[in-house]
């Protein structure tokens, strides 16, 4: 809840921004977009290596409500278990051998855009 009423209220800034001023509230964004660009590849990397640990759910859960109790907020724990849960790299040469190639590396890649929604 407390995450939405964040959105929430960026939301309503960035309006009453963009009615003030057209101009800056453009450039502002663009500076936001742009150092969204540069914190991606880290983002990724790091979801990466999550991908590499290979956690399993009864693992899984239990961290993700402890990162709850202390104040995560719940689309980034959303996007953390389901990292956790359904993209592994490890699992590819299983995953390689029982579904292909193909179906295995379009799998990871489908939720890994799952996990950014």
């Given at each position: 809840?407390?995450?939405?009423?964040?959105?929430?209220?960026?939301?309503?800034?960035?309006?009453?921004?963009?009615?003030?001023?057209?101009?800056?509230?453009?450039?502002?964004?663009?500076?936001?977009?742009?150092?969204?660009?540069?914190?991606?590849?880290?983002?990724?990397?790091?979801?990466?290596?999550?991908?590499?640990?290979?956690i399993?759910?009864?693992?899984?859960?239990?961290?993700?409500?402890?990162?709850?109790?202390?104040?995560?907020?719940?689309?980034?724990?959303?996007?953390?278990?389901?990292?956790?849960?359904?993209?592994?790299?490890?699992?590819?040469?299983?995953?390689?051998?029982?579904f292909?190639?193909?179906?295995?590396?379009?799998?990871?890649?489908?939720?890994?855009?799952?996990?950014?929604?």
């Amino acid at each position: 809840m407390f995450t939405a009423i964040l959105y929430g209220v960026a939301g309503t800034g960035l309006i009453a921004s963009f009615s003030a001023d057209r101009q800056k509230t453009k450039k502002a964004l663009m500076k936001a977009w742009k150092s969204f660009e540069n914190i991606l590849p880290q983002f990724l990397s790091v979801l990466v290596i999550i991908g590499l640990t290979l956690i399993p759910g009864f693992v899984a859960f239990p961290l993700a409500a402890a990162l709850l109790k202390n104040g995560a907020g719940y689309a980034q724990i959303a996007a953390f278990v389901s990292s956790l849960v359904m993209v592994g790299v490890v699992t590819l040469p299983m995953e390689f051998k029982v579904f292909g190639k193909r179906a295995a590396i379009l799998r990871n890649v489908l939720a890994l855009g799952v996990i950014f929604q």
